[in-house]
């Protein structure tokens, strides 16, 4: 019998962890590792050398049997956890009755039901809303910029340095995170301008005054926090600022709620915290299926005026995608927002006290489940995310010297204390 094999996925989910029984990687992972090199393209950069068998919850299990307990939940994608059974129901259901149906091109009944899902969830002054459904988040942003473009008939976008909408060439050309990113690839799309992430005012003090005409502008893009870019929160300011220079100048506002989005911060959109702003669009993915793949554009319904056509996908609403999608959100609604406030508020709570008695940690940041822990340089932040990883903790570096906190939305108050405990043991460590 294979160490994967010692106790089902329910049982999984409660077993102690961390528990560490080999070398990491260990000698199987080590060979998963070697095998994977030699077919897989290098443009992947894997941040530590786990080799996943199996989940539930918030733990992981690799080849080897050893567990870990992880707070970055597959990049925020695992919302209601790993192999949530209602979500795996919804799977199995979906998958014996329709694999795969072309949405673009016929109708499909689950479909419609995931997009009046999402927009019932939506920030009620977006008011009536429809809804495109793609494969990933870089799919999303791509055909919000489409339609902008398209509704507004023009061309350039105002995006933010530190901002990562994927890497697809339009996406692309938006992502201002790390320069690597962008290397090798030029020219970027044209029309794309950039401002610092937080001051509005750059926007009409600099680029409306020497840059770009207001009226060419069709829309201005913005993460309500910032994922990839350090999961900074903006000042109150920001989005007031935002939503009033869009008003004024006929430009849409996109909200990439990507990564912050489907219950995340403790609401179902992160731009909920923002009181009295509504986007004319919002982009979706990561989350929304709690690992299948989907995304979504949601829009004022006024602003989807492209015909047939002008916009479509062979995969994008998959139904058994949108079957997890609906189980997603019925799980999400029901219970997780508020486990997501009140476990962010512990964890928060927690680290705000390890940062008082610990100087190695400059700032800590966040909302609900969407925390950022800022360290004085790169190579701290680099060195707790390796430490953590032996130690059974799954955490993820993010922006210029921080690590990030995004478990799935089902933790614990017992495993997020594991969690700080074995930060602070890591921190002090690698210090």
């Known amino acids: 019998m294979s160490p994967v094999d010692t106790a089902s996925n329910s049982e999984l989910a409660g077993a102690p962890t961390p528990f560490i029984t080999t070398e990491l990687p260990g000698p199987l992972a080590r060979s998963a590792i070697a095998r994977d090199a030699l077919v897989t393209s290098p443009s992947m950069g894997r941040v530590y050398p786990l080799v996943p068998a199996r989940a539930a919850?918030?733990?992981i299990e690799d080849v080897d049997g050893n567990?870990?307990?992880d707070m970055n939940a597959g990049i925020?994608?695992?919302?209601?956890g790993h192999c949530h059974p209602e979500v795996v129901h919804a799977i199995h259901e979906q998958s014996s009755k329709l694999l795969h149906y072309c949405a673009s091109d016929w109708y499909l009944p689950v479909y419609a039901e995931s997009c009046e899902r999402l927009v019932s969830s939506t920030p009620s002054g977006m008011g009536a809303a429809q809804v495109f459904l793609g494969n990933s988040g870089t799919e999303a942003v791509e055909g919000a910029i489409k339609l902008a473009r398209y509704a507004t008939k023009r061309h350039n976008v105002i995006a933010f340095f530190g901002a990562f909408?994927?890497?697809?060439?339009?996406?692309l050309s938006l992502t201002a995170s790390k320069s690597k990113y962008r290397g090798g690839f030029g020219p970027m799309a044209a029309g794309t301008y950039h401002a610092p992430y937080g001051d509005a005012a750059f926007i009409e003090e600099v680029l409306f005054e020497h840059l770009c005409d207001p009226l060419?502008?069709?829309?201005?893009?913005?993460e309500p926090i910032q994922g990839e870019g350090g999961y900074s929160v903006p000042p109150p300011d920001f989005w007031p600022a935002l939503r009033r220079i869009c008003d004024e100048h006929g430009?849409?506002?996109i909200a990439d709620e990507v990564q912050s989005g489907i219950g995340r911060t403790g609401k179902m959109w992160a731009i909920e915290h923002e009181v009295g702003i509504s986007p004319d669009i919002i982009v979706a993915g990561k989350g929304i299926a709690s690992g299948m793949p989907l995304s979504a554009v949601i829009a004022r319904e006024a602003l989807m005026v492209w015909g047939p056509g002008k916009h479509g996908s062979?995969?994008?609403g998959n139904p058994v995608s949108c079957a997890a999608?609906?189980?997603t959100l019925d799980v999400v609604e029901r219970e997780l927002l508020e486990n997501a406030t009140m476990i962010g508020a512990r964890l928060l709570r927690g680290l705000d006290e390890l940062a008082s008695l610990n100087s190695r940690i400059k700032e800590v940041r966040g909302r609900g489940l969407m925390i950022g822990i800022e360290f004085a340089d790169h190579d701290t932040a680099a060195r707790i995310e390796q430490d953590c990883f032996r130690r059974g903790l799954l955490v993820l570096t993010c922006g210029k010297s921080a690590v990030r906190l995004a478990p799935p939305l089902v933790i614990s108050a017992d495993q997020a204390d594991t969690a700080l405990r074995i930060l602070a043991d890591s921190i002090d460590a690698v210090a």
């Open 325 to 327: 999608a609906i189980a």
């Open 67 to 69: 567990r870990f307990l």
């Open 165 to 171: 909408h994927g890497r697809t060439l339009g996406s």
């Open 314 to 316: 062979t995969f994008g």
């Open 76 to 80: 925020a994608v695992t919302s209601t």
């Open 251 to 253: 430009i849409l506002l």
């Open 57 to 59: 919850g918030c733990v």
């Open 216 to 222: 060419d502008v069709a829309a201005i893009i913005a």
